[in-house]
């Protein structure tokens, strides 16, 4: 039996929930999230990390997962897009880029998603530089990137909204 063919017991925290899987030490992060826990939101684009597609949150850090073995991220907070909904209700940052036009064709929607949460879990009002320094790992060749801007911004005001009403509810 190779090395790439022993299965390992992995432990995951995903959206929220304690998995525990057993792959490969040379299985992909995105090919667990995607194959294996059918979480298919994820998109892999440039299998290099250089288009953000694959951007998910690691302990609230975006990360592109098409490059990280999912071994090496036993016992991590792992969230994708798919744990942004909460009790079947969008996040005010997906309501947000429905109601601007941020996604277009949407490949790239999840990872500008990730990013763009991330930087809201930092920073309650960025600015648009700030925004766009935030999202400058993940490429999106249908816009012009105005629209998801405003998406943030729009996500941005709700959270502050949301934050002075229910602190607890805003979190990774």
């Known amino acids: 039996m190779t090395m790439s063919s022993k299965k390992v017991p992995t432990r995951l925290r995903v ?3 304690d998995i525990e899987v057993y792959v490969p030490p040379n299985r992909l992060l995105i090919e667990v999230l995607r194959e ?3 979480l298919t939101g994820t998109k892999l684009g440039c299998d290099d990390g250089s ?5 998910i949150l690691v302990n609230g850090i975006p990360c592109q997962c098409c490059m990280m073995l999912a071994v090496s991220y036993q016992d ?3 969230r994708t897009v798919e744990g942004l909904a909460r009790n079947g209700k969008l996040d005010p940052l997906q309501k947000a880029f429905c109601e601007a036009g941020g996604q277009q064709c949407g490949f790239c929607t999840p990872g500008l998603l990730m990013a763009a949460r991330a930087l ?9 530089e700030e925004i766009s320094q935030a999202l400058a790992g993940n490429l999106c060749r249908c816009t012009g990137y105005t629209k998801i801007i405003a998406a943030v911004q729009q996500a941005a005001r709700e959270y502050q909204e949301n934050r002075a009403k229910e602190p607890e509810r805003i979190a990774i």
């Open 120 to 128: 809201l879990l930092e920073n309650t009002s960025p600015t648009v």
């Open 15 to 17: 959206n929220g929930e």
């Open 36 to 38: 294996d826990l059918n």
């Open 76 to 78: 991590s907070d792992i």
């Open 51 to 55: 288009c953000g597609a694959c951007t």
